[in-house]
């Protein structure tokens, strides 16, 4: 979990001591746990050095964080999650690229994002809301993209608020989980307010320990 104050980011000061230390004694609070994950999901060696309870005390790390999000406001929409998820890309010193075209797909299909560092790529699909009917969509981009790039790891960005579809038992949980052991699907999610973005990263390995 990575709280990203704006990419230029607004002193930690603001929040209250005991926030601080409930936040840093969670996995992947810090920047450079963050920085490291965010590499390592192209080094299989690495991502199998996080055990298990590491994971499962990650994940009771989102479900509270997604009990903290103000359920009244709308779902984040789709230009909005890309700004934040190019924002943390860039705070991890990848190199972004906004609604990318390549040269070797059809000209009218275009990534929501694609980050660069070296030779490794990732690939982001934006999706908002994700519902039984937009899982044929992310299924669609997910095959195009690994069939002309077999090497790139491609993340789904979405709202926080879409967490409990996806840890909740049901064809949705299962779509995002068949996806992570074919295709090494990950997940970004984010949440924004007036005083902060924060984006977490969920690596596909993660999805099915």
């Not at 990575?2 to 926030?19: D, L, T």
């Not at 709202?159 to 997940?187: R, V």
Request: with cysteine; glycine share 2%; aromatic share 12%.
């Amino acid at each position: 979990m990575y709280r990203n104050w704006g990419w230029r980011a607004i002193n930690y000061q603001i929040c209250n001591k005991s926030s601080l230390e409930d936040r840093e004694s969670d996995p992947f609070s810090t920047y450079q746990e963050n920085k490291l994950l965010l590499n390592s999901i192209f080094m299989k060696e690495k991502m199998s050095r996080y055990s298990k309870q590491v994971i499962d005390k990650y994940f009771k790390s989102l479900l509270r964080a997604h009990k903290r999000v103000e359920f009244a406001r709308d779902l984040l929409e789709l230009s909005m999650i890309q700004d934040i998820v190019a924002d943390y890309l860039m705070d991890m010193q990848w190199h972004v690229k906004y609604d990318v075209s390549n040269p070797d797909f059809d000209p009218q299909y275009r990534f929501d994002l694609v980050a660069r560092k070296e030779k490794r790529v990732i690939t982001v699909l934006i999706q908002p809301e994700i519902t039984r009917q937009s899982t044929l969509e992310i299924q669609k981009d997910i095959f195009s993209v690994k069939k002309e790039m077999p090497s790139t790891r491609v993340l789904l960005a979405t709202d926080i608020q879409e967490l409990p579809y996806i840890l909740q038992k049901g064809a949705l949980s299962d779509f995002i989980i068949d996806m992570a052991k074919k295709y090494k699907l990950g997940i970004l999610l984010v949440d924004k307010n007036l005083e902060y973005q924060e984006t977490w990263l969920v690596p596909s390995e993660f999805l099915y320990a």
